[in-house]
């Protein structure tokens, strides 16, 4: 399995724009969870689905952001307007269940930088 | 609430020392808890986990983490560290009681192994 794959994996963007990045999850795996990593804040989670639905939104920074899940396999973050306190990593992980024996697999990320 | 302090930012061990990399958490019910470890310009990869039994967990590459309750604590250890063990280590926790089904992470603590 190729593992969680995202893109872009760099993302450079002036203010104001939108900027929309994606994830396809692991075959099979039926949540999908996406984050923010920032030196100040470290690893927040900011939404996550299960079987495409949005379970809990409520990391989530404010109503520029917005994610959907259209499949099974597919899922996106768009941020628009983009703000420079954007600028961070970005990370989507998928899992199989989120029982006791849950792992999460994490993509590479993308790296965004809003000017 | 749950939350996870990981108290040093930086270890640094030589080369065939024993590493200690420290974590304590706090959740209401039961903790699921997890340890992730960052490579440069990659995602997070599981290491090992403790649900439940025997308080030493072994995991991936040589690491194990001893689980204890009294002291709220989940460090991760290693009896003889590498240099390509250099990276960025993140404790996670899940309270394992209700529908709860975010993790939580550390700020993360950067490991460096010298030669």
């Known amino acids: 399995d190729a593992g969680v794959i995202q893109s872009p994996r760099h993302e450079v963007t002036e203010m104001g724009q939108e900027v929309t990045l994606r994830c396809k999850p692991i075959?099979?795996?039926?949540?999908l969870f996406w984050y923010r990593q920032t030196m100040m804040r470290g690893l927040e989670l900011l939404i996550y689905?299960?079987?495409?639905?949005?379970?809990?939104d409520s990391g989530m920074p404010e109503d520029r952001f917005s994610a959907k899940m259209p499949n099974a396999s597919f899922s996106t973050l768009k941020i628009q307007p983009s703000e420079p306190r954007d600028s961070a990593v970005y990370f989507c992980?998928?899992?199989?269940?989120?029982?006791?024996?849950?792992?999460?697999?994490f993509g590479a990320g993308t790296r965004l930088s809003v000017l | 609430a749950q939350s996870v302090a990981q108290p040093e930012d930086q270890v640094n061990v030589a080369e065939g020392n024993p590493l200690t990399v420290k974590c304590t958490y706090s959740?209401?019910?039961?903790?699921?808890l997890f340890w992730y470890v960052q490579y440069p310009n990659r995602g997070l990869q599981f290491l090992l986990k403790?649900?439940?039994?025997?308080?030493l967990v072994k995991g991936s590459y040589g690491f194990e983490a001893e689980f204890n309750k009294s002291q709220t604590s989940f460090h991760l250890k290693k009896p003889s560290a590498l240099v390509s063990d250099s990276a960025l280590y993140f404790c996670?926790?899940?309270?394992?009681?209700?529908?709860?089904?975010?993790?939580?992470f550390g700020k993360g603590t950067l490991l460096t192994v010298n030669p």
């Open positions: 992980a998928s899992s199989l269940g989120v029982g006791r024996f849950n792992i999460q697999y």
């Open positions: 075959s099979g795996h039926d949540y």
């Open positions: 689905f299960n079987n495409n639905v949005p379970i809990d």
């Open positions: 959740v209401s019910g039961n903790p699921y």
């Open positions: 403790y649900i439940t039994g025997d308080n």
């Open positions: 996670a926790v899940r309270d394992g009681a209700g529908s709860n089904y975010k993790l939580t």
